[in-house]
C-alpha cells in the first residue's frame, strides 16, 4: 500500500508538468486544429535560456521570469512570421512546417549549447519532505508551481476579456471578427501563451531528466496522451488528461511493465484513445452534414 502511495504522489507530481504541456498542445490545436510537434523543442530551448541566464549570475526567479518572457515573444514570432503564411496551406504542408520546425530548434539548440548533458538546478530543498519521503522537495515545488500556472491560465480564460476574445477566435474566427476581435493578434497570442507554459513545463522537468537537446521528447509523448486522453479540444480535459497519465504511467512501471518500459503505456494509451473515443473523455464530438 506503501508503494502504490508513493507511485501515485510522484505521478500527480510529473502529471502537473505533462498537463502543463498538454494546455500548450491544445491551445495551438484549437488555433491551427494541428498538433505542435515542435512544442518540446521549443521548451527545450527555452530551458537553456533559463541555464544560461543562471550561469550568468542572475538568481533562479529572475531568470524564470526573464525566460518565461522571452518564450512568450518566441512563441508570437512564430506564429507571425511562420504559421500565419500556412493559415490556408493545405494540411500535409501545414504539418511539414511544423516537423521542420521541430528539427530547424533541435539543431539549432544543439549547435548553440552543445549536445553534453547538463545538470539543471532546482530552486526547491533537495531530500524528501512530505508523506515519509514518498515526495520529493523538487518534485512538491514542481507540482505547485505547474497548479499556479494552470489555474492562472484558467483564470485568464474565464475572467478576462482578453482571455474571453482568444477563446473566441479559436471557436469561431468568422463571428469573432463581425464583432471586432482582431482574430490575427489572438492567434499570436495564443501561441505566445502555450510557449510560456511549455517553458514552465521544460524548467520543472529538467531537473529530474537532466538537460539535453532531446529533453522533450519523452516528455510531449506523454503530454500528447494526455491531451488525447482528455480531449485535444477541451483545455481543462487536457490538464486532467495529463494528470491521470502521470499516474497512469507511474503506476504501471512500477507494478506492470518495467521503468525501462514506461514510454509504451503513453502510446498504448494514444492508440486506445484513438479506437475507442478519439474525442477523448471530455471532448466534444463533431458531426457533420456530407
Known amino acids: 500500500m506503501e508503494g502504490v502511495l508513493h507511485q501515485v504522489l510522484s505521478g500527480i507530481a510529473s502529471g502537473g508538468i505533462y498537463a502543463s504541456v498538454a494546455l500548450a498542445l491544445v491551445m495551438i490545436y484549437q488555433a491551427t486544429h494541428h498538433v505542435n510537434f515542435a512544442q518540446g523543442e521549443m521548451a527545450t ?6 541555464l544560461t541566464l543562471i550561469n550568468a549570475g542572475l538568481p533562479y526567479w529572475i531568470a524564470f521570469l526573464v525566460t518565461v518572457v522571452v518564450s ?3 512563441g508570437i514570432l512564430i506564429e507571425r512570421i511562420l504559421m500565419r503564411p500556412m493559415m ?6 501545414s504539418v511539414g512546417v511544423f516537423i521542420g520546425l521541430l528539427l530547424i530548434i533541435n539543431s539549432s539548440t544543439g549547435w548553440m549549447f552543445d549536445y553534453m548533458i547538463k545538470t539543471f538546478p ?3 530543498p533537495g531530500g524528501p519532505l512530505l508523506f515519509s519521503g514518498y515526495l520529493s522537495g523538487h518534485e512538491l515545488g514542481a507540482f505547485v508551481v505547474t497548479l499556479v500556472v494552470l489555474t492562472a491560465v484558467y483564470l485568464f480564460f474565464r475572467h478576462t476579456k482578453l482571455g474571453l476574445a482568444m477563446r473566441a477566435a479559436a471557436f469561431n474566427p468568422v463571428s469573432s471578427r463581425l464583432v471586432g476581435v482582431r482574430v490575427g493578434w489572438m492567434l499570436a497570442l495564443g501561441w505566445g501563451l502555450a510557449a510560456a507554459i511549455g517553458a514552465v513545463g521544460g524548467m520543472m522537468v529538467a531537473p529530474i531528466v537532466y538537460l539535453d537537446p532531446n529533453m522533450m521528447a519523452g516528455i510531449l509523448l506523454y503530454a500528447f496522451a494526455g491531451a488525447l486522453l482528455g480531449g485535444i479540444d477541451n483545455p ?12 497512469i504511467e507511474n503506476l504501471a512501471g512500477a507494478y506492470l511493465v518495467g521503468t525501462e518500459l514506461k514510454l509504451t503505456v503513453a502510446l498504448i494509451i494514444i492508440v486506445a484513445v484513438l479506437v475507442v473515443k478519439p474525442s477523448g473523455l471530455f471532448g466534444r464530438t463533431v458531426l457533420s452534414r456530407v
Open 122 to 124: 532546482t530552486p526547491f
Open 88 to 93: 490556408d496551406a493545405p494540411v500535409l504542408a
Open 72 to 74: 512568450f515573444i518566441l
Open 236 to 247: 481543462l480535459g487536457a490538464v486532467l488528461g495529463g494528470f491521470a497519465v502521470g499516474i
Open 45 to 50: 530551448l527555452s530551458t537553456y535560456i533559463a
